[in-house]
């Protein structure tokens, strides 16, 4: 299974898992143009778009997708806010905690917090990928997944509680805003907290996204998580970013 990444953070986001039959979007943020062109990837191939919430980096473009005849999958609250009338044919409504066939991948929405309607993150499985846990924009997440034995993490690291302060220290980030990046998204420090609470001999891949471009340090956020886990790779999420996803047989 190849994962490739569009685009993370704030003006835009959009992943596509693809498989020998298959492929899976998550996250409407980018032109579907664009996707195309730059995996090559055809319409037909993919099964659904998985979308988390209504913020138009993770939604802007959803109508784009529905007109090209492609299946909506998200929460009531986000097709409420996100979705056009000309486009509900195309939208199918998630219910957290319940499993849903995609094609040929299963998906287990899970809530999360956010100052968004109805967000969601994702348990995604496949027989060429395993069991993938994608989380982004949320200040926690209220569940753990270890007895899942999840193959592979993407989870926001958005910034770094040092960095937010420095800035509003020096007057170049407000102080609202700093209290608003910290109650609606995960820390690095989160991100770790849940990727060690996840952590199993299976975690082959941990990919850090929706890395802020202000309040973030990639390379130093990579080397604190690759310190803390024992087995998995860690790599920071990055347009064109393309990784071989694969069970691991451990």
Not at 6 to 25: D, H, I, K, M, T
Not at 63 to 85: C, E, N
Not at 115 to 143: K, M, N, S
Not at 222 to 233: C, H, I, N, Y
């Amino acid at each position: 299974m190849k994962l490739t990444v569009l685009a993370s953070g704030s003006s835009g986001n959009g992943y596509l898992l693809e498989g020998r039959n298959s492929a899976l979007v998550i996250e409407c943020g980018v032109r579907p143009t664009d996707l195309f062109r730059v995996t090559g990837v055809r319409p037909g191939k993919v099964a659904g778009c998985l979308v988390t919430h209504e913020h138009g980096d993770h939604a802007g473009f959803v109508d784009m997708y529905a007109a090209l005849g492609l299946r909506i999958y998200a929460s009531q609250g986000t097709i409420s806010k996100v979705i056009r009338p000309g486009s509900l044919a195309r939208a199918h409504r998630l219910v957290a905690m319940s499993s849903y066939v995609i094609g040929d991948f299963i998906v287990r929405p899970f809530d999360v917090r956010h100052d968004a309607e109805e967000p969601l993150g994702f348990v995604i499985e496949h027989q060429e990928l395993g069991r993938l846990l994608f989380v982004t924009d949320t200040r926690i997440v209220p569940y753990t997944f270890k007895s899942q034995k999840v193959d592979h993490i993407l989870v926001e690291a958005n910034y770094s509680d040092t960095i937010l302060d420095e800035r509003v220290e020096d007057g170049v980030l407000d102080i609202a805003r700093a209290a608003r990046v910290r109650g609606t998204h995960m820390s690095i420090q989160a991100a770790i907290d849940f990727v060690v609470a996840n952590e199993t001999e299976r975690l082959k891949n941990v990919i850090l996204i929706h890395i802020s471009g202000e309040n973030a340090d990639p390379g130093y956020f990579v080397k604190k998580v690759q310190d803390m886990v024992l087995f998995a790779d860690v790599k920071a999420a990055r347009p064109g970013l393309a990784v071989e996803l694969k069970p691991n047989d451990f």
